[in-house]
């Protein structure tokens, strides 16, 4: 559904570098989702923002972590990037527990080299 | 926290083949399940699965939902290249998504 932004589209890093991506909710929707794709291990799930806070976390070491501001934006980082980090980098929105629909992002594509 | 399970991670068929893709998710109180198909970039919704619509179909696109066993499966039939794709399902609760089963319909 037209309305979530993520930006950028495309990123290349080197190793050791950190990158902030960032991710634009639809007007209504406070819950917010960040993943990994990578074509060895699919979809997988970083952490959950919902009203600025942090209501679930993945299996993903402390190098990435997230937030949500007031205005329900929200950022990912990954500090000291490495090679296996290269991924599509997707955000979720819903309007929280119980929402029976998802609106996705068109992503981040990260490469480190 | 809900958790999904998807399988097979990938699969490759020939055209005209039916495929069954399988979701199975562990939950506390369950509201719905959703499948989505991710093409290039976005996912895009396919059906949505409750309590109340435990099956859905569009065109050769059919989605049944298990309660007992607490799965769903998504079966595609007379496949075609276009139907190549990364299908998803997502827990009913929190939105959770399964990893996902990458389709490869060959010609």
């Known amino acids: 559904k037209a309305g979530v932004t993520q930006t950028p589209r495309y990123l290349i890093k080197t190793r050791g570098q950190q990158v902030t991506l960032s991710c634009s909710p639809i007007s209504g929707h406070r819950s917010v989702s960040w993943y990994q794709q990578t074509p060895g291990q699919g979809l997988q799930f970083l952490f959950e923002y919902f009203s600025e806070t942090q209501r679930n976390k993945g299996n993903f070491p402390g190098r990435f972590s997230g937030r949500q501001f007031s205005n329900s934006r929200s950022e990912m980082n990954v500090s000291t990037l490495e090679l296996g980090d290269s991924a599509l980098y997707l955000c979720?929105?819903?309007?929280?527990?119980?929402?029976?629909?998802?609106?996705f992002g068109q992503g981040t594509r990260l490469t480190v080299v | 926290e809900d958790k999904v399970v998807q399988s097979p991670l990938s699969l490759v068929v020939h055209e005209g083949d039916t495929v069954t893709l399988n979701c199975s998710y562990e939950?506390?109180?369950?509201?719905?399940l959703l499948w989505y198909k991710q093409e290039k970039k976005a996912p895009t919704f396919l059906f949505m699965l409750t309590s109340s619509g435990i099956e859905k179909k569009s065109g050769r696109l059919s989605s049944i939902l298990d309660k007992k066993e607490l799965s769903s499966i998504l079966n595609i039939t007379a496949t075609q290249t276009g139907d190549s794709a990364i299908y998803l399902c997502?827990?009913?609760?929190?939105?959770?998504f399964g990893a996902g089963t990458r389709l490869t319909v060959k010609p």
């Open positions: 939950v506390t109180n369950f509201r719905s």
């Open positions: 997502a827990g009913p609760n929190d939105m959770r």
């Open positions: 979720v929105w819903s309007r929280g527990w119980g929402s029976t629909e998802a609106f």
